[in-house]
Nanobody, 119 residues
């Protein structure tokens, strides 16, 4: 069955960096868009970034976050630099419902990893 397992979260000071990983299994990883979605305390879900061949980002993280993937390792990454307090959230990776398309949204999510940016 499909599994998505995030790791790499933690507590970091403002201006610091973290690298999140999402290990995927149970499907043909290279055929699907993969996304990072976050939920800040008391707020709704916010899409952060996705990648198939090309990358896309929400404006608030452009220039600071970099998404990448290793299809040989079935792993999605999110390098987060210059972190701000407003980046504090639970970060989830998510798999697109349909191969080669984002049109139908997500069908599987990981359990999430907490990122806390605080001095």
């Amino acid at each position: 069955q499909v599994q998505l397992v995030e790791s790499g979260g933690g507590l970091v000071q403002p201006g610091g960096s973290l690298r999140l990983s999402c290990a995927a299994s149970g499907f043909t990883f290279s055929s699907y868009f993969m996304s990072w979605v976050r939920q800040a305390p008391g707020k709704g879900l916010e899409w952060v970034s996705n990648m198939f061949h090309y990358t896309h980002y929400v404006d608030s993280v452009k220039g600071r976050f970099t998404v990448s993937r290793d299809n040989a390792k079935n792993t999605l990454y999110l390098q987060m630099n210059s972190l701000k307090s407003e980046d504090t959230a639970v970060y989830y990776c998510a798999k697109s419902t349909t191969a080669f398309s984002m049109g139908a949204g997500f069908d599987y999510w990981g359990q999430g990893t907490q990122v806390t940016v605080s001095s």
